[in-house]
């Protein structure tokens, strides 16, 4: 079941003051990228994610997320060197990224496909 929309902006509210208070906090970053998005707030949603990486350079989900709202912006080159770099940290769920929506742009190009390729399981 979705969240009516007002728990979604109370939420990002709560989380941009405690942001506020603490801009370096990756935990709160990661989360208001997911609620910036959530709500359609993409290029905030970029922002946080781009802050993420920075923070936490060896974070493959950070990576992925910053993939995720690259390739919401059309941003396709970006979005695969992200996805890259998230495999190569160690980025490995094959199958949500088989089916993440944020990435339907990308799937129907070669690059996709390798790297899903990197991803499937070995039977």
């Known amino acids: 079941m979705a969240k009516p929309s007002h728990d979604i902006e109370f939420e990002t509210r709560f989380f941009e003051s405690v942001h506020k208070r603490d801009p370096r906090f990756p935990d709160v970053v990661e989360i ?7 709500q359609g707030r993409i290029a905030e949603g970029l922002k946080m ?3 993420l990486v920075r923070l936490q350079p060896d ?4 990576h992925y997320n910053l993939a995720c709202s690259l ?3 059309r941003r396709k080159a970006q979005a ?5 770099r998230a495999i190569e940290l160690g ?10 929506p944020d990435l339907s742009g990308l ?5 996709f496909q390798k790297l899903l390729a990197k991803l499937q399981p070995q039977s």
């Not at 695969?80 to 890259?84: T, V």
């Not at 980025?91 to 993440?100: L, V």
């Open 71 to 73: 390739a919401l912006i």
């Open 32 to 38: 208001l990228g997911g609620l910036y998005t959530k």
């Open 107 to 111: 799937r129907d190009h070669p690059s």
């Open 59 to 62: 974070n493959a989900t950070a």
């Open 91 to 100: 980025y490995d769920d094959f199958e949500w990224m088989q089916h993440d």
């Open 80 to 84: 695969f060197q992200a996805l890259e």
């Open 49 to 51: 994610d781009r802050k």
